[in-house]
């Protein structure tokens, strides 16, 4: 299996609301990245999880709250979200650390904020 | 600081014509080099990297792309386009500049397109 599995694929939602998106892979990677990536834009890091462990936060507001309950699984939960936070978000994994380890991404959640 | 910098923003050719999109890195040290590719409403795909073994690297689907220290560049080719290459197409870098080797930076991505 060398998919990187992400649900929900698409997702609106208000400003009040609280929703997460999951990610999930069987690859035994143990490096798991959120990335948000605006329309005819580049993929932007957000979070870098190495070994179950939160090791790179690119700065990113609160109301985005990742989490990595285990080897296999990173969630990233959204909170009072703004209109431009409306995005595609992307999961990917990789064996270890990115350096020259491929990155498998998942699909996206195209989420809207209203 | 941009670390990696992709020349046209937008690429088309004919069907059946050479493929070359540009990539640029700044950076004295070689860092480590990919090229992705994302087709409408997908994830990004990679299509080769660089590991320092060879300066011509091969990948998947017939492209290549050859390392050049002295010009700082890893530009990406395919001798015959297909109608099924039109796509994005994103170059990136690990451990180079601000990044830490934990990091993969995108560039800003060429939109290929293939005339028929």
């Known amino acids: 299996d060398t998919e990187v599995t992400q649900t929900p694929k698409h997702l609106v939602m208000g400003m009040t609301n609280k929703k997460s998106l999951k990610c999930e892979q069987h690859?035994?990677?143990?490096?798991m990245y959120w990335y948000k990536q605006k329309a005819k834009k580049p993929p932007e890091l957000m979070f870098v999880y190495s070994y179950e462990k939160l090791s790179i936060n690119e700065s990113v507001p609160s109301r985005f709250s990742p989490e990595c309950p285990n080897s296999s699984l990173l969630n990233l939960h959204l909170h009072a979200l703004q209109p431009e936070d409306s995005a595609l978000y992307l999961c990917?994994?990789?064996?270890?650390?990115?350096?020259?380890?491929?990155?498998?991404f998942g699909s996206g959640t195209q989420l809207s904020v209203l | 600081a941009q670390s990696v910098t992709q020349l046209g923003s937008h690429v088309s050719v004919s069907e059946g014509a050479l493929v070359l999109l540009r990539c640029n890195y700044s950076?004295?040290?070689?860092?480590?080099l990919f090229w992705y590719v994302q087709y409408p409403n997908q994830g990004l795909q990679l299509l080769l990297k660089y590991t320092s073994a060879a300066t011509l690297v091969k990948g998947i689907n017939g492209f290549e792309a050859e390392f050049k220290k002295s010009e700082t560049s890893f530009h990406l080719t395919k001798p015959s386009a297909h109608m099924s290459d039109a796509a994005e197409y994103f170059c990136?870098?690990?451990?180079?500049?601000?990044?830490?080797?934990?990091?993969?930076?995108f560039g800003p991505g060429t939109s290929l397109s293939v005339i028929p």
């Open positions: 690859m035994g990677h143990r490096a």
């Open positions: 950076s004295s040290v070689p860092p480590y």
């Open positions: 990917a994994s990789s064996a270890a650390g990115a350096t020259n380890e491929k990155l498998f």
């Open positions: 990136a870098v690990s451990g180079v500049g601000e990044t830490s080797y934990d990091k993969v930076i």
